[in-house]
């Protein structure tokens, strides 16, 4: 979806380096998330946000910490990346109305190696 | 907890023939039921929903899902497959706790139709 953007789309680093995943969204949603997708186990949820003073943990937390800036923009960091934190990377949004079923709206993915 | 599964890793469909991606859930109360669709390259794509209603619900791309309550499955259909309908397929379903919702996402199933 273009009104999600993630920066960058590629991202080779070496262990321990800290790393920051950027996305900004231009759809006016309050609700915003962070998933990693590995091959064979779908998507899992990191973080979500549901405004900018509210953010909780998802499933698989430990390594990442995040900060929302803004209403739009919402960033993922690893402090000190380990391999095993290679993935593809997702931010979605959604709206706050009706919100136990709407759906959610996907960036592009960052595509994360960690050496 | 909410749950899906996706009984099949792959599906390969001829060209022109229907084709059935499988999705079962497990939920405690009212199911909200999702699929999205990831091209190579790219984020996922919403495809359709069921929130409540009527059983066969239709997407984009000619897609549809039949919701079998007695059977807790959410197939995903389509008359007549194209070759550009190869993709991954993901089913979700929305979790609700805590006054947040969060979308419980399946493994996948990659879909493969040959000319």
């Known amino acids: 979806d273009a009104d999600v953007t993630q920066t960058p789309r590629n991202r080779i680093t070496k262990t321990g380096k800290r790393i920051m995943l950027e996305c900004s969204q231009t759809?006016?949603?309050?609700?915003m998330y962070w998933y990693r997708q590995d091959p064979g186990l779908g998507l899992r949820l990191i973080y979500y946000?549901?405004?900018?003073?509210?953010?909780n943990k998802g499933e698989i937390s430990d390594g990442y910490s995040v900060s929302r800036q803004a209403q739009a923009k919402f960033s993922l960091s690893l402090e000190s990346a380990i391999p095993n934190q290679t993935a593809l990377y997702f931010c979605?949004?959604?709206?706050?109305?009706?919100?136990?079923?709407?759906?959610?709206?996907f960036g592009p993915g960052t595509r994360l190696t960690v050496l | 907890a909410q749950s899906v599964a996706q009984p099949e890793d792959q599906v390969n469909v001829a060209e022109g023939n229907p084709l059935t991606v499988k999705c079962t859930y497990s939920?405690?109360?009212?199911?909200?039921l999702f699929w999205y669709v990831q091209y190579p390259n790219r984020g996922l794509q919403f495809l359709l929903k069921?929130?409540?209603?009527?059983?066969l619900v239709k997407g984009s791309y000619g897609f549809e899902a039949e919701f079998n309550k007695s059977q807790t499955s959410f197939h995903l259909k389509k008359p007549s497959a194209l070759v550009s309908d190869s993709a991954l397929y993901f089913c979700?379903?929305?979790?609700?706790?805590?006054?947040?919702?969060?979308?419980?996402f399946g493994a996948g199933t990659r879909l493969a139709v040959h000319p």
């Open positions: 939920v405690s109360g009212n199911p909200y």
């Open positions: 069921y929130i409540t209603g009527d059983n």
């Open positions: 946000s549901f405004d900018v003073k509210d953010i």
């Open positions: 979700a379903v929305s979790e609700v706790s805590g006054g947040y919702n969060k979308l419980i």
């Open positions: 979605a949004t959604s709206d706050t109305t009706a919100s136990s079923y709407n759906e959610q709206f």
């Open positions: 759809k006016g949603h309050d609700r």
